[in-house]
């Protein structure tokens, strides 16, 4: 079983940065791809980014050039960098993770979850 914790989320304004970290409890941290996904009030859980074990990155269109996902396998923690942040940002996002992945884009594909993490942007 892999416990994931997310961290970094708060308020910040339009056009701020935050860093969102993720600490996984698994020895094994290395072998999983790692995913960000994002979810606001009266939406559907969206994906983010995910990055896998060999360091291939993929991002959605709305935040590709703003953030940044990254991992660092000594110390069990994904991170994700958030920079120009909208207001059409904010969500609650959640970090997951999954040993083999089809489509690494799809929430569904992911079988550990975090409790998630609230970023907000105030305009």
């Known amino acids: 079983q892999v416990q994931l914790v997310e961290s970094g989320g708060g308020l910040v304004q339009a056009g701020g940065s935050l860093r969102l970290s993720c600490a996984a409890s698994?020895?094994?941290?290395?072998?999983?791809?790692m995913g960000w996904f994002r979810q606001a009030p009266g939406k559907e859980r969206e994906f983010v980014a995910a990055i896998t074990r060999s360091g291939y990155r993929t991002y959605a269109d709305s935040v590709k050039g703003r953030f940044a996902i990254s991992r660092d396998n000594a110390k069990n923690t994904v991170y994700l960098q958030m920079s120009s942040l909208k207001p059409e940002d904010t969500a609650g996002y959640y970090c997951?993770?999954?040993?083999?992945?089809?489509?690494?884009?799809?929430?569904?594909?992911?079988?550990?979850w975090g409790q998630g993490t609230q970023v907000t942007v105030s305009s």
């Open positions: 698994e020895r094994t941290f290395s072998s999983y791809t």
């Open positions: 997951a993770a999954v040993l083999t992945s089809s489509n690494v884009r799809r929430d569904n594909e992911y079988d550990y």
